[in-house]
């Protein structure tokens, strides 16, 4: 199996509808995430992530952003997948799969 390269890239992640955005791994330890469709979701920002190697090719990847929102990725790059998990405040958690595409 051969190790796909995560950090440096950016990847499109497509929960269907209007959940689609941008991550650009910067380092294991920093991303931006923007929206590309779905304005109301905020703007792009820089955060401090963590990446747990689950297995070669799959992630988990978690962070807290300005808002207190906490997020948290399985990201398979092998088979293009994701899921998360998105507490925005103390009423709502999201639970989202989808697709994870790389952007050339």
Do not use: C
Request: proline share 3%; charged share 20%.
């Amino acid at each position: 199996m051969q190790k796909i390269q995560v950090i440096g890239q950016k990847f499109k992640v497509n929960f269907g509808g209007e959940f689609v955005f941008q991550l650009d791994f910067h380092s294991d330890t920093q991303m931006t995430y923007a929206p590309i469709l779905g304005a109301g979701f905020g703007e792009p920002a820089t955060v401090k992530i963590t990446m747990v190697e689950i297995r070669p090719n799959v992630y988990m990847v978690y962070w807290k952003e300005k808002s207190n929102t906490t997020v948290v990725h399985v990201e398979d790059f092998e088979n293009g997948v994701v899921h998360t998990n998105i507490t925005v405040d103390q009423d709502t958690f999201l639970n989202l799969s989808g697709t994870l595409t790389a952007i050339e």
